[in-house]
């Protein structure tokens, strides 16, 4: 087992080296001392890889530890926004490889944590990925790791005293009513429960209308609820605030 624990950033590294295969792919042909139209052709094909590739390799930089280590960075917000109880049972949906539940426990090392997601084949994350993390960091004694779908959580109802979530909802495949996600984590937190879920609730093509969903999440019948822009809280770098990165991102914060 490693010294160090292994925590993958949110962009898929086998989808930023195909990308970027794909686009040398063009540009060399673009180069080469061939047919003007075949070399106009493939430089026309690249520029859409190329756009996709700088923003991606970018948000890979921004995000990982050894660059702006935003995703870290973002983590810390979402702990510092939960109003957990010292000794409270927390839930974390779409878990990934462990770094926000890791953060949690250190922050209230007397809590005891439940750390759910799907990990499914598309993600380069694992259970077995966030039991090596939990361990390497010493907190392993206080998760439980468990495969589940956000959608559906095994789990009875007020079960939880908080709940978080970084960037998921938006990625469950088997539940397209994405307020029926929100409703399913607020499900399990008790009442008077805190909770802090953060993803992309500003890209209407996810959430639909934005004054829609701000509607439909107050009447699912929490007793507070904020939304707060990420951007209003914390400075980003400005390819970062591309809407298919973090422009859309929002955080919803409140007790049940
Ligand atoms: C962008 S990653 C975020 C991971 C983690 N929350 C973080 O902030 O590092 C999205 C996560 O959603 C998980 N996911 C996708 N579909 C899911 C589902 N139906 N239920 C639970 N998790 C799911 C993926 O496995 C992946 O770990």
């Excluded at 923003?55 to 983590?75: C, D, M, T, V």
């Excluded at 949906?93 to 949690?104: D, E, N, P, Q, R």
Aim: proline share 3%; net charge positive; hydrophobic share 45%.
């Amino acid at each position: 087992m490693n010294d160090k624990p292994n925590y993958k950033t949110w962009i898929r590294m086998n989808k930023l080296i195909t990308i970027i295969i794909i686009t040398l792919f063009f540009i060399i042909i673009a180069l080469l001392p061939i047919n003007i139209y075949i070399r106009i052709i493939s430089a026309v094909f690249a520029l859409p890889f190329l756009y996709m590739m700088v923003i991606l390799s970018s948000s890979y930089y921004q995000f990982a530890p050894f660059g702006g280590n935003y995703q870290s960075k973002i983590h810390d917000l979402i702990v510092s926004n939960l109003k957990a109880q010292e000794k409270g049972k927390i839930l974390d949906i779409g878990s990934g490889s462990g770094s926000l539940i890791i953060k949690l426990a250190k922050a209230f090392p007397n809590a005891a944590f439940i750390g759910i997601d799907y990990w499914g084949d598309n993600w380069e994350y694992s259970k077995k990925q966030c039991e090596e993390n939990a361990k390497i960091e010493g907190v392993s004694d206080k998760i439980g790791f468990q495969k589940a779908s956000a959608s559906k959580l095994p789990f009875e109802d007020s079960l939880f005293d908080s709940a978080v979530s970084c960037l998921t909802f938006h990625e469950v495949k088997d539940e397209k009513d994405k307020v029926k996600i929100i409703k399913e984590a607020l499900r399990v937190i008790k009442p008077g429960g805190s909770f802090v879920f953060l993803d992309l609730f500003m890209d209407n093509k996810i959430y639909g209308e934005y004054a829609d969903l701000v509607k439909s999440v107050k009447e699912l019948g929490v007793k507070e609820i904020d939304l707060i822009k990420l951007r209003d809280e914390m400075k980003l770098p400005f390819l970062l605030l591309h809407k298919r990165v973090l422009g859309n991102a929002m955080i919803v914060t409140g007790i049940k």
